[in-house]
């Protein structure tokens, strides 16, 4: 209020004109009510709102680039082949065109990354059907080797230690293989119709030359036909994985057993064996790709981990799940269940 006058009178209004000086400040006072204070307060009134509206023109085209190249951004994130806009000669220019060159790399780096991953697959893909005809003959004369030679003989031991390894060499370059599709996200995995009981019995015809090398009985029982829809190559290197893990960790004189069955409207797939197991804290663990138990470590110091890493991928990209239980009294049951 103005000094000698009623709160809320008069408005006094002071503003500072020098720094110093004989007059560093200029007072006015205006009645409060009537024309005097909207005559006094309509210029300012009138200029900030003109400020305001001269900022809003300005910010606009400033703020729609911000938004298209927020959206550019957010888009390539997304995996879009977008284009990042550069349009003006400013600050915001520069940001645009480093982001844009940043985006023009990184897709080059994409691009080289996808053909040689491309490459390599192909290059696995061949080499394993190349080294697999020689190696089967392999494993045949071996075979035959084996069988001509007196039991227990060295010779019989040789050739039976040499048919082990080529039974190794022969799952680990397939395994390679089912690897480098399961890799592959961009191609998606084929779905047709599978016998699932006939597929059990061609894998387990197929490791009983293993078993028999190794002393160990090999068994399964299925339904006379169990269809599914699934990719065939990856699910016979699965369940070859699980087999072949049982029959090469077993016990000589050990048993290995694969049970089929109907389960509402999918099925349930068990593979046991009789043999040393693994300790409770390897369980959880097993089928992380290159994770070996101790006592795989221990045994077969040559492996890889990779078996059930593969079985338990294939089980994933199908919507299957797979379990590692203890079995009673001991050795392993793993427990294969979909639809």
Not at 95 to 111: G, H, N, P, S
Not at 263 to 281: I, N, Q, S, T
Request: hydrophobic share 40%.
């Amino acid at each position: 209020p103005v000094p000698g006058t009623r709160p809320r009178d008069q408005l006094l209004v002071v503003a500072r004109v020098a720094d110093e000086g004989p007059c560093a400040f200029v007072a006015t006072a205006r009645p409060v009510d009537g024309p005097g204070l909207a005559f006094t307060l309509a210029p300012a009134l009138a200029v900030s709102a003109f400020t305001v509206l001269l900022a809003v023109l300005a910010a606009g085209p400033l703020v729609r680039r911000v938004r298209r190249l927020t959206d550019a951004v957010r888009r390539a994130r997304a995996g879009e082949g977008v284009t990042i806009p550069v349009d003006g000669e400013d600050e915001l220019t520069e940001l645009q065109r480093a982001i844009a060159a940043d985006r023009t790399e990184l897709a080059a780096k994409v691009d080289a990354l996808r053909r040689r991953d491309e490459a390599l697959t192909s290059f696995v893909s061949n080499t394993t059907h190349d080294v697999m005809i020689p190696l089967t003959v392999l494993q045949n004369h071996l075979i035959t080797l084996q069988s001509r030679s007196e039991p227990k003989s060295a010779e019989a031991e040789l050739a039976g230690q040499a048919l082990g390894e080529a039974h190794y060499l022969g799952s680990l370059l397939q395994n390679l293989s089912a690897a480098a599709k399961l890799d592959d996200v961009d191609r998606p995995i084929e779905h047709v119709e599978v016998d699932l009981a006939d597929l059990v019995g061609r894998v387990a015809q197929r490791h009983r030359t293993l078993a028999k090398q190794k002393r160990i009985e090999l068994n399964h029982a299925s339904p006379e036909r169990l269809m599914v829809r699934a990719d065939l190559t990856l699910v016979e290197r699965a369940l070859s994985n699980l087999v072949h893990n049982a029959i090469r960790y077993g016990e000589p004189g050990g048993h290995v057993a694969v049970v089929l069955e109907p389960e509402g409207e999918g099925f349930r797939l068990e593979v046991l064996d009789d043999g040393p197991g693994v300790a409770e804290a390897d369980l959880a663990r097993l089928g992380e790709r290159r994770f070996r138990s101790q006592e795989a470590r221990s045994r077969h110091p040559s492996g890889t981990g990779l078996g059930l890493a593969i079985a338990r991928e294939v089980a994933e990209r199908h919507g299957w799940s797979l379990a590692f239980e203890h079995n009673e009294p001991s050795g392993l049951r793993v427990v294969l269940e979909g639809r």
